[in-house]
Nanobody, 123 residues
Framework: QVQPVESGGGSVQAGGSLRLSCAATEYAINWSCMGWFRQAPEKEREGVAIMGADGSTEYADSVKGRFTVSRDNAKNTLLLQMNSLKPEDTGMYYC?????????????????WGQGTQVTVSS
C-alpha cells in the first residue's frame, strides 16, 4: 500500500484557519475510506473526520461546524478545511485510508498512515 503524504500544517492564532492536504493514489482517493486523525501532546490519537468512497462524512463532536473534509479528485487529494481554530486543536494531524467495508472513525480499521503534519494554535 502507498503511504499518504500530509501537508499544510503550521502555526496560527486562535480563530484562524488552515487547510490540510493529503496526497494519495488516484485509486485510494476514489475507492477508499479516508480519514484525518490527530494526536495532541501526551494524549491518545483521536479521530477528526472521515469520508467514505460514497462521499459520506463523519466528524468528531469537537470539530463539527468548524472543520470540513472533502476530496479533490482532480488532484488525488483529501482536504481538511479547519476554521475557527482553538488551542485545543493543536496536535500532529495524520491522514489514513483503508479499503475494507464500512467507513467509521475506528483507528484499527486503517492500516495505511502518513507521517503527519503539525498544527499549532496559539491563544
Amino acid at each position: 500500500q502507498v503511504q499518504p503524504v500530509e501537508s499544510g500544517g503550521g502555526s496560527v492564532q486562535a480563530g484562524g484557519s488552515l487547510r490540510l492536504s493529503c496526497a494519495a493514489t488516484e485509486y485510494a482517493i476514489n475507492w477508499s475510506c479516508m480519514g484525518w486523525f490527530r494526536q495532541a501532546p501526551e494524549k491518545e490519537r483521536e479521530g477528526v473526520a472521515i469520508m467514505g468512497a460514497d462521499g459520506s462524512t463523519e466528524y468528531a463532536d469537537s470539530v463539527k461546524g468548524r472543520f470540513t473534509v472533502s476530496r479533490d479528485n482532480a488532484k488525488n487529494t483529501l482536504l481538511l478545511q479547519m476554521n475557527s481554530l482553538k488551542p485545543e486543536d493543536t496536535g500532529m494531524y495524520y491522514c489514513a485510508y483503508h479499503y475494507s467495508r464500512g467507513c467509521h472513525m475506528v483507528q484499527l480499521d486503517f492500516p495505511n498512515w502518513g507521517q503527519g503534519t503539525q498544527v499549532t494554535v496559539s491563544s
